[in-house]
C-alpha cells in the first residue's frame, strides 16, 4: 500500500511553545489530508480536512488560530500546535487519500504530544 | 445524528475466530472500512465494503449489509498477534469518514 510519513514520532515541549508536525505521501499524491486526534483508549476524532492550494476545513469546536494547517503541496502537510498547553497533549495522526473518495486512507505513524 | 456502534472489547482463544460487528447510521452511506490499530501505533487498512456480501482477504473477511446498516468483520486462525482495536468507520453521503470508538480484542492463549 502506499506509505504516509508522519515526524517526529514523539515530541516533548514546553506550555507556550508550538510544535509542527508534517506528514508526507511519500510515493501518491495526496489530495486530501486529514489530521486526527486520538485520546486513549478513544475512537479518532477528525480535527480538519485540507486539499491541495487551499484552506483547511476545520470541525467544528477545533480551534484554527491554535491547530495552523498548511497543505501547501500535493505530497506534504503540515500541523503546527500554537502556544501548547498541557491539555494539548495527545496522539496526533495524519491520513492521506490516493485517490477517490471511496479509497482507503493511508496513515502515518501519529506524532505523540507530550506539553510540560 | 451519524453514529457508529461496535463492542468495546472482545475476548478470544488462539487459534479459534470471532467476528465483530459493526452497526452504523449515516446521513447517505457510501462505503464501509475497517481498520486495525495496535496500541500506541496508526491505524492500518484492512478492507472496505461498498456493496452487500461477504469479501474475503486471507484469515480476515468483511460483510455487509446496507439494508440493516450492519457489518462485520471476521477473523480466523486467531494469532497473538491479532490483539489489536479494529476501528470500523463508514463513509456518510459527503464522503466524510465517521469513526466507530473500536473494538478491543483480546487474544489469549
Known amino acids: 500500500g502506499a506509505v504516509v510519513s508522519q515526524h517526529p514520532s514523539r515530541v516533548i515541549c514546553k506550555s507556550g511553545t508550538s510544535v509542527k508536525i508534517e506528514c508526507r505521501s511519500l510515493?501518491?499524491?495526496?489530495?486530501?489530508m486529514f489530521w486526527y486526534r486520538q485520546f486513549p483508549k478513544q475512537s479518532l476524532m477528525l480535527m480538519a480536512t485540507?486539499?491541495?492550494?487551499?484552506?483547511?476545513?476545520?470541525e467544528q469546536g477545533v480551534e484554527k488560530d491554535k491547530f495552523l494547517i498548511n497543505h501547501a503541496s500535493l505530497t506534504l502537510s503540515t500541523l503546527t500546535v500554537t502556544s501548547a498547553h498541557p491539555e494539548d497533549s495527545s496522539f496526533y495522526i495524519c491520513?492521506?487519500?490516493?485517490?477517490?473518495?471511496?479509497?482507503?486512507?493511508?496513515f502515518g505513524q501519529g506524532t505523540r504530544l507530550t506539553v510540560v | 445524528g451519524q453514529n457508529i456502534d461496535q463492542p468495546t472489547e472482545m475476548t478470544a482463544t488462539e487459534g479459534a475466530i470471532v467476528q465483530i460487528n459493526c452497526t452504523y447510521q449515516?446521513?447517505?452511506?457510501?462505503?464501509l472500512f475497517w481498520y486495525q490499530q495496535h496500541a500506541g501505533e496508526a491505524p492500518t487498512f484492512l478492507s472496505y465494503n461498498v456493496l452487500d456480501g461477504l469479501e474475503e482477504k486471507g484469515r480476515f473477511s468483511s460483510f455487509l449489509s446496507r439494508s440493516k446498516g450492519y457489518s462485520y468483520l471476521l477473523l480466523k486462525e486467531l494469532q497473538m498477534k491479532d490483539s489489536a482495536s479494529y476501528l470500523c468507520?463508514?463513509?456518510?453521503?459527503?464522503?466524510?469518514?465517521?469513526w466507530g470508538a473500536g473494538t478491543k480484542l483480546i487474544i489469549k492463549p
Open positions: 485540507s486539499n491541495e492550494g487551499s484552506k483547511a476545513t476545520y
Open positions: 491520513s492521506a487519500r490516493q485517490g477517490g473518495r471511496e479509497t482507503e486512507a493511508f
Open positions: 468507520a463508514a463513509l456518510d453521503s459527503n464522503y466524510q469518514l465517521i
Open positions: 449515516t446521513s447517505g452511506f457510501n462505503g
Open positions: 510515493d501518491f499524491q495526496a489530495t486530501t
